[in-house]
């Protein structure tokens, strides 16, 4: 299965498709399977907006080729300490857009530039963004960014592990976040390549 021929089958998906994409709390590793979810299901471009850096405006996503998204995220249980090293959550978000192109652009000029714009900023919830490393993923099918954010408030410094990786129209994404300054690059590559075969298997299914 070439390049091609993925991004041409990933215009029969569906708005509805993404729902079977994104990961079930199952498929993700056993280390969250004590956690509970805390978000899941459709992630427009108004609730996107709503969550994202100020200033950000639905127009600007769907501007940018975006369509719609679907995400599910764990988080901890009231029992968890959240004591250094701890990870305490974990996402996968399916987000549909217009082309190829647009998931590529939106990858370096809104999520890579986005982020490394802001550093130093507050960022909400008396959260400031402290520092922002490119990551270099490896072992997807096509175009994959990464970054590892540090960002810091009253309760100490958290670290997120994010990656981001083409299919087609489709952009997935996967991250792990864990208290105190740590980088889950493996841990997140692995937990991105489990949602990039599930798109895929999706997208075939479609074609």
């Avoid at 639905?58 to 009231?78: C, K, Q, Y």
């Avoid at 994010?162 to 976040?177: A, N, P, S």
Wanted: glycine share 12%; hydrophobic share 40%.
């Amino acid at each position: 299965m070439t390049s091609f021929s993925i991004d041409r089958a990933t215009y029969s998906v569906g708005e509805a498709a993404l729902d079977l994409m994104v990961l079930e709390k199952a498929q993700f590793p056993d280390l969250f399977q004590g956690h509970q979810v805390v978000r899941e299901g459709s992630l427009n471009n108004d609730t996107l907006a709503q969550n994202g850096f100020e200033g950000s405006t639905s127009e600007r996503f769907s501007d940018a080729g975006r369509v719609t998204g679907v995400m599910r995220e764990l988080g901890p249980t009231s029992n968890m300490s959240m004591s250094d090293g701890f990870d305490f959550m974990a996402a996968s978000v399916v987000h549909l857009f217009d082309s190829p192109e647009s998931v590529h652009s939106w990858m370096h000029d809104i999520f890579l530039k986005d982020f490394e714009d802001r550093v130093g900023e507050s960022i909400g919830q008396g959260h400031q963004l402290v520092s922002v490393t490119r990551l270099e993923p490896q072992g997807f099918f096509d175009e994959a960014v990464g970054l590892r954010v540090l960002q810091g408030g009253v309760d100490g410094l958290i670290s997120s592990t994010v990656v981001d990786f083409r299919v087609g129209r489709l952009l997935g994404v996967v991250f792990i976040g864990a208290v105190g300054a740590h980088e889950r690059l493996d841990q997140v590559q692995q937990l991105g390549q489990t949602l990039e075969k599930r798109m895929v298997s999706v997208v075939l299914g479609s074609s």
